[in-house]
């Protein structure tokens, strides 16, 4: 590395030179975008946090700093522990619905070369749609009085889907799921196709036979695309609006009403901006710690193999 | 129908080789959980949209006596008509304007942005913006909704289409200039330094080296954020109020409680406003796959 020092050093001057003559001019080319992501997505963040220590009802212009009330109204709000169980039980379910499917079918695809391009293009289909659009179709086809059951006439289908409590979560899983499965499928189907040919060979003349070349080989070759995935499905499922907010409001009473539904009833229906802010402020900072506890599980991963090679 | 086998197959040429045709096809041929699996799900994905096309060409009585998954014997546009008639075209519009009106300038301020936060690898500013940015992609819209509505209001946009729009662009930006500047990072160092001696401007290599170069991911990205922007609902809920200004995921839902149980309205509602988004997806298909071979043939 000593050796390589000098030169270094040398092949950083013009760089610097250059950086000056031109440099004004690169900061001017990132000036657009830099002041209007500072416009609408920092200062919004600030913002955030300085509204959840005020209190505002979201009309009028007065806003007036109080403290911690705001908070201590979110934090006794009966609704809070709902709102983060029901938010927990849609980001586990989805997960552990959406992660063996997903990777079932990425392998899957990774090898059927003769069907991949056919399956990718329908199954791209539900990520052009709008969550909006996927709700209002889902509650017309499981309409207990005109949807796809009682057409059909088959008691098991025809069931009150969104009605009941249970099975309004389910149904939501489900739909998240559909939304979502061929998306990640598709990135496992990219991490299966990277894993060298050379050692599924190897481990077929060990005499491995499928299931275990699929726990041995495939399994952890695609560690990170794992925790890459999880990351968009854990952290996505925080900001669950769109959908929940058209297919059920939150209902039946506050059977899927999530942080999120609940922090836009506070704030746009009950007009209690300040404790809206507050649990924005939650779902941010579980955002950030749920991203931080994934990605430590990644560098972990990320060392020991590197101690291996 | 002979072109389209033809097509997958030169399509796919490529990656067979790569992953080593005879191993991969004797896995495969055992593969029965997978498979099975896979054209299961096939089915999950397509019966929805099946019923929602066949739905909307039924009559409302005709879909009541109906098995729902049989296409109706006699094909109606009545429903389309309704939905046509009920102020389609001024939703149509407003989300044309709003997805324009945003993906153009979030393109073009992020490409600028990304080629300076590659260009000024030593610029300690620059590197500073870049970290921003890549924080950004952590943020969530709707975790600042509440500030961003207050900043609308106070800048007196409210109900209007540029109070959509200028929220929208900030949010395509770090993800838009992440894409870009990977993109950028891989042109050929020797290319900037001819450019350089030629006595280009930074301003000159960026529209005629760079711009020319990203195309892909330039067609990527603007694909990515039009079908954000095209189907964002929680920005126009909360920062428009008149229906004049609803754009077509809040009309949809608009639509539902409007048409009831007039099932089939619903579906062609649902429909039409979907065929424009599949449009962009298969033309943009084309245009990707012409732009990574223009880059080849060079």
Redesign the interface.
Known sequence: MTTLAPPVVRGQEPTRSRGGRSGSVLVWMVLPAFIMFVFFGIVPLLGVIVLSFATWNGITPEIELTGLTSWKAALTNPGLPNALWVTFLIMALSWLVQTPLSILLGTFMARQSRYRGFLAVFYFIPLLLSSAAIAITYKSLLDPNFGLGAGLGIEALNQDWLGQANLAIATLIFVVSWQFIPFHSLIYQGAVRQIPQSMYEAAQIDGAGRVRQFFNITLPQIKYTIITSSTLMVVGSLTFFDLIWVLTAGGPGDATRALAVQMYQLGFQASLMGPASAIAVILVLVGIGLSLLLRRIGGRADQSQMEGA | MTPTPAG?RA??AP??A???TR??RK??E??W???S??WL??I???V??Y??VITSFKTQAN??I????KPPSEFTFENYQLVIESDFVRYFMNSVIVTVGAVLPATL??F??A???V?????R??QG?NG??LM?L??????????????IIKMELYNTLQAII??S???A??LS?LVLANFIRDVPKELFESM?MDGA???GT?WRLAFPLTRPALVTVVIYNA?GI?????LPL?LTQSPEKAT???A??SF?TQFG?N?PA??AS?TL??VP??LL?AIGRRQLVSGLTAGFNK
């Open positions: 997958t399509g796919q990656e067979s790569a992953t080593g191993a991969s896995f495969a055992r593969n959980v997978g498979g699996f896979a799900w096939l999950v994905v397509m929805p949209l019923w929602l879909y009541f109906t098995n729902p998954l301020i992020s600028m942005a080629y300076a936060v260009r000024g690898a030593g610029n500013f620059l913006v921003i940015f950004g952590a943020i969530p819209l709707q975790a600042v909704v509440i500030p961003v509505y207050l900043i200028l929220p662009i900030a949010f930006i770090p200039v350089r401007t930074e301003w960026m079908v095209w189907n964002g609902y929680l909360i077509i995921p809040l949809l839902a539902q149980v099932v619903v579906a649902v406003t979907t988004i599949v997806y």
